[in-house]
Structure formats: C-alpha cells, structure tokens
C-alpha cells in the first residue's frame, strides 16, 4: 500500500525550532516534498529531497534518508506566520503514472 | 496571475445533481492532477493527465467521476448524481515534467469547494 504517517499537531513558541518527521511506505518512491497549507489556502511547495541527506533553504531545512524510509521537515526561527498545516508528500512512480502521495499532515501552532 | 485557476471556487448542489468544475493549468505544463481534501485530511490524489491522456485514476473513485483535458489545456472534473460524501474541496495541480527529472513540486489552485446538502 501507500501510506505516510506525520504526527497531527505540534506546538512550539516563536523563535524557537521544530521538527516534523515523516514516514513512509510507498512503491515506486523517488523523492519525499513538503508543502505548507494555510487554513483555507491551497497547498504550496516547500521543500523536495531526491537524494539521502539534508536540503536548506532560508529558514526551512528538509531532510531524507531512504534506507529508513525517513524524512523531517526543520523549521527555524518560528515566526507567527508559520502557523499552518504541513504535508510530507511521497513521490511515486507507476506504469506511465507520476503522482505526489500526501501524509495527514502536522497542524503546527505558534505561540507568541 | 499565471498561477492555476479553479473554477466555480464554491459550488451548493442537492443530493443528485451532476456538478463540473473546471481547472486552468499553468500554460506550458503537460501534467495535471485532481485531488480531493476533507477536513483535517492531506490531499487524496484522483487522477492524472499527462498532456489530453489520462494515465491514472484512483481506485477510490467511483464511476460517478469523470475527467476529461481535451487538447491538453484546461480539464474537468464532473461528478454525477452527487452524494453527501462528495462534499470536499477538490484540487487541481499542474507541473511541468520532462528530462530534468522530477523535482516533486507542484502547483496547486484555490480549489473548488462543493457542500452537497
């Protein structure tokens, strides 16, 4: 089957850092992305890992690790504004098929 | 705004009626995919078009769905004799895939929001 589990909500102050983690079980994997959800707006990109290892970008950080079938999503120096929903969502190839699998996603509220 | 744009954003229909929502991709992209989202739920892939073919529909999908993307340009999505658990924000997205690979970014509308009462 294809699944991802995320935890559903963490809570963390401004300027702190939080850690989404991510696992997956999906065929035909070829990368993990993360998309940030704001209540009523629609699913934007975020970060993507092709490859094991850690991706940075600004304050976001992303990293894989396909052996463990293991992904997190690092986000520092919280701000306000970050309150959102966030979605690991699998890659995965099948036949002709290329598709994004989405987790549950983790509701993350940031407290002043 | 060369972003995807959905079509009606918000659609009441009673139990029974056929509804269609339309989706504009980005222009030059050749990939297309609808999705579904429910309250506190990730998006749930429906189908995929690669260009006008459709190359996948979910096995979650009842009959009562169909898409179509003619010429390769926009799609719609129609759902028939409606039921209450088709109530759902459904999501279009679009990118461009080619020889650079797949980068797992996609571009996704505001949706389209039904409520079937």
């Known amino acids: 089957g294809q699944s991802l589990e995320q935890p559903s909500e963490v809570t963390a102050v401004e300027g702190a850092i939080v850690q989404i983690n991510c696992t997956y079980q999906t065929s035909g994997f070829y990368g993990l992305s993360w998309y940030q959800q704001h209540d009523g707006g629609a699913p934007t990109f975020l970060s993507y890992?092709?490859?094991?290892g850690l991706e940075e970008t600004g304050r976001f950080s992303s990293f894989l690790s396909r052996s463990d079938s293991y992904g997190y999503l690092l986000l520092q120096e919280l701000q306000m504004k970050d309150s959102a929903s966030y979605f690991c969502a699998a890659g995965a190839y099948g036949g002709a098929t290329n598709k994004l699998i989405f987790g549950t996603g983790t509701l993350l509220a940031v407290q002043p | 705004d060369t972003g995807v744009s959905q079509n009606p954003r918000h659609k009441i229909t009673k139990r029974g009626q056929n509804v269609t929502f339309r989706c504009d991709p980005i222009?030059?992209?050749?990939?297309l995919y609808w999705y579904r989202q429910t309250l506190g739920q990730g998006p749930e892939f429906l189908t995929y078009?690669?260009?006008?073919?459709?190359?996948?529909k979910s096995r979650l999908l009842s009959d009562r769905f169909s898409a179509e993307r003619p010429k390769g340009s926009f799609s719609t999505l129609e759902i028939q004799r409606t039921e209450q658990g088709d109530s759902a924000m459904y999501l279009c997205a679009s990118s461009l895939g080619g020889l650079a690979g797949d980068t797992g970014e996609l571009f996704f509308g505001e949706g389209s929001r039904l409520t079937v009462l």
């Open positions: 078009f690669q260009n006008e073919a459709q190359l996948e």
């Open positions: 890992n092709g490859l094991d």
């Open positions: 222009s030059e992209h050749n990939r």
